[in-house]
């Protein structure tokens, strides 16, 4: 677990490292320590090295939009080359420019673990996922860039106020089996090919942050409108049953997961198909965690009644087709139940975040996710599956 004097040593060395690094990039090897430092020399190697004679002439830089990294848009101009190829007039970016992002993607681990996915996993994987010319992380700074599509024109993001279809449920089943599958058991996993905290350590680092548990704890009163009285009834239970959840993982198969499939990190292409975004949380576990997580927070509570089951069943007979043998429905349905807290956690701490935590979502989803993910504890008595 980090101690506090980790904590500030840690910190020390970012914001020296922060400090000593703030010089403008010209070669695709370079990254960027902030949006000042872009040239079109350097979004020229980015976007244009696979487009002979082609080269950025100019930028303009969005309207920021800070939260856990620090985003913007880019629009981008060409040469005559470069538009001939149709290549991207605006890109979105993900980046740790701000001191205070540095050390909290570090300490987490996040920054380099998205990066790690979109320069080293992402190819490896035939699943929807943004297109992305470049993914850097500095192990010195902390600095990190990613540079993806911009999804603005050919997708949507759906939110609380969104109802799937079931093709869509169905399809974001396949994204994940497609995911799990391709890693499952691999001897890779931790490994320089798959470099990725388990899901129990990057728990534990997460919640050494002072006053996790208390906020969580202080999350789920504030939902209590949103809960059932029978499970608001056995709030004592909530982080006991959590820290089991979480430790189920050393006991089961591996495989690399999202862990952070809820509703708002996917997105809807124009023809309808489902896709997943932000990977910051790509960790070593059991595939149930982000199999219920994605189901409960995307379906509402009456489709959940009434699909899960089917889902369920349409994921095993995937991974089954895609070679992972062995995975009964009984045995996957009691994984899932235990699953649901560690979920539950998310949105609550959402809902009363830690002194040092950013607002994260507005209040109307938050309190819906917990709803749901509130009803489904309940649904399935949970609380009671270890």
Not at 60 to 89: C, F, I, K, Q, W
Not at 137 to 160: H, K, N, Q, W
Not at 175 to 193: K, N
Request: charged content about 25%; overall charge negative.
């Amino acid at each position: 677990m980090t101690t506090n004097t980790d904590t500030r040593a840690f910190m020390d060395e970012v914001t020296k490292a922060h400090n000593d690094n703030a010089a403008r990039v010209t070669e695709f090897h370079e990254i960027p320590p902030t949006y000042d430092a872009l040239t079109t020399e350097w979004l020229t190697a980015v976007l244009c090295r696979n487009t002979p004679r082609a080269a950025v002439t100019g930028f303009d830089l969005g309207p920021r939009d800070d939260g856990s990294s620090n985003r913007r848009r880019v629009t981008v101009t060409y040469n005559e080359a470069g538009t001939r190829a149709g290549l991207p007039a605006s890109i979105f970016c993900k980046a740790a420019e701000k001191l205070e992002n540095r050390v909290i993607l570090g300490i987490l681990d996040v920054a380099r673990a998205e990066a790690e996915f979109y320069r080293n996993v992402r190819h490896k994987l035939d699943i929807e996922v943004p297109k992305t010319w470049y993914a850097g992380f500095d192990p010195t700074s902390y600095a990190y860039l990613i540079v993806m599509e911009d999804l603005g024109e050919t997708a949507r993001f759906p939110d609380e106020r969104t109802t799937l279809t079931r093709a869509q449920a169905e399809d974001m089943v396949g994204l994940l089996a497609g995911l799990h599958s391709r890693f499952y058991a691999s001897p890779d996993l931790g490994g320089p090919e798959l470099p990725f905290k388990t899901w129990p350590d990057f728990w534990t680092t997460l919640t050494s942050t002072p006053g996790f548990p208390e906020a969580c704890d202080a999350g789920f009163v504030k939902a209590q409108p949103v809960l059932s009285d029978r499970l608001f009834a056995r709030r004592a239970e909530i982080w006991p049953a959590t820290q089991k959840s979480v430790d189920r993982h050393a006991e089961l198969p591996q495989t690399l997961l999202h862990s952070d499939v809820h509703f708002r990190n996917w997105y809807i292409r124009d023809d309808g198909r489902m896709g997943l975004t932000d990977w910051q949380i790509a960790t070593i576990g059991h595939w149930s965690r982000d199999f219920v997580y994605a189901m409960t927070t995307a379906l509402t509570v009456e489709q959940r009644r009434e699909w899960l089951p089917d889902l369920l069943h349409h994921y095993l007979d995937l991974m089954t087709h895609k070679g992972v043998a062995g995975l009964s429905f009984d045995e996957a349905m009691l994984n899932i139940r235990q699953q649901l807290f560690t979920s539950l956690a998310f949105w609550t701490i959402t809902l009363v975040p830690t002194d040092d935590m950013a607002p994260m979502q507005r209040e109307e989803l938050t309190f819906e996710m917990l709803r749901r993910i509130g009803a489904a504890i309940d649904d399935y008595d949970a609380l009671d599956a270890f």
